[in-house]
């Protein structure tokens, strides 16, 4: 059974920063497709970074130049390193492993994790 524990989340001050994390258990994750989504209150859940078992990157234009996303695969685990924090980026932050197999995609989410900057 695959689950995703994030961590990290908190209070932080506009300017500031802030490392999520999000551990994996189950032997996937180093053929999966790891994202970070964000859903704020009464908006829907978006793509905020992904990065796929190769390495390669992908962010949405909201975070780019002051969010990366980085995986260390000995430790199964997926990172978000947030600077430059801004009031809107305040939501609930998910984890996210995507598998293809057999033609089929898997989807797993973690519990979420809360983020909030003040101003």
């Known amino acids: 059974q695959v689950q995703l524990v994030e961590s990290g989340g908190g209070l932080v001050q506009a300017g500031g920063s802030l490392r999520l994390s999000c551990a994996t258990s189950?032997?996937?994750?180093?053929?999966?497709?790891m994202g970070w989504y964000r859903q704020a209150p009464e908006k829907q859940r978006e793509l905020v970074a992904a990065i796929t078992s190769g390495g390669n990157t992908n962010y949405a234009d909201s975070v780019k130049g002051r969010f990366t996303i980085s995986r260390d695969n000995d430790k199964n685990t997926v990172y978000l390193q947030m600077n430059s924090l801004k009031p809107e980026d305040t939501a609930v932050y998910y984890c996210n492993a995507g598998l293809l197999l057999f033609g089929i995609i898997y989807n797993y989410w973690g519990q979420g994790t809360q983020v909030t900057v003040s101003s």
């Open positions: 189950g032997s996937i994750f180093s053929r999966a497709t």
